[in-house]
């Protein structure tokens, strides 16, 4: 069982937006702004696509957005197209000096 | 072009010890940043296994803690992991990175990963 909560899938049409929650304790998300989201396509590495809560590596499409509330984080992906269809994973720094994962939501485009 | 690659045995038995290699090309590790181990598996996902920065500072899992070693051979350009006493829970791909700038944790540049299996 993973320490961070994320839906198991989410489904959008093309165009549309979708979020996608990462659930956790006041030890992690809620208590530091050090949560990354990576997404990850079959037989691949996953890819880093926000950091620090908010921020984009320079590469990284702004369809691409995050955001946290309390001890939830957020992936929003605007402008939903088909190479967005892949299992996405959030990641937090906890006050035990080290990293969690959530188990990953699949996005499926329809 | 930064480049990573994994190398080491698709299986080990267990008990014994699992030893990984990162060869990194297109940068020099003794040049800065973290570097790290992530691990994923399919019954637990992706797990941070560790990071280290050449200059001193190394960071384990702590639920691994006592069986991980982190280590690096700036001359050759290659960090390794070294994993103890392992069990078929250690079954998983095992990815090494560089992580962002911003924060060690952040893996940003990835390998293409390695398939360890724990088998007799």
């Known amino acids: 069982q993973s320490a961070l909560t994320q839906p198991a899938s989410v489904s959008g049409s093309p165009g549309q937006s979708i979020s996608i929650s990462c659930t956790g304790t006041?030890?992690?998300?809620?208590?530091?702004?050090?949560v990354s989201w990576y997404q990850q396509h079959p037989g691949r590495a996953p890819k880093l696509l926000i950091f620090d809560v908010a921020n984009r590596p320079s590469e990284v499409s702004d369809r691409f957005s995050g955001s946290k509330s309390g001890n939830t984080a957020s992936l929003t992906i605007s402008g939903l197209q088909a190479e967005d269809e892949a299992d996405y994973f959030c990641s937090s720094y906890t006050s035990a000096n080290d990293w969690v994962f959530g188990g990953g939501t699949k996005v499926t485009v329809l | 072009q930064l480049q990573l690659q994994e190398s080491g045995p698709g299986r080990v038995r267990p008990s014994e010890t699992l030893s990984l290699t990162c060869a990194v090309s297109g940068f020099a590790i003794r040049d800065g940043y973290y570097w790290g181990w992530i691990r994923q598996s399919p019954g637990k996902g992706l797990e941070w296994i560790g990071s280290?920065?050449?200059?001193?500072?190394?960071y384990y899992n702590p639920s691994l803690k006592s069986r991980v070693s982190i280590s690096v051979d700036t001359d050759k350009n290659e960090f390794y992991l070294k994993l103890t006493s392992v069990t078929a829970t250690d079954t998983a791909v095992y990815y090494c990175a560089r992580e962002h700038l911003a924060h060690w944790g952040y893996p940003e540049y990835w390998g293409q990963g390695l398939l360890a299996t724990v088998s007799s």
């Open positions: 280290f920065y050449t200059s001193g500072n190394t």
């Open positions: 006041s030890s992690d998300i809620g208590g530091y702004d050090y």
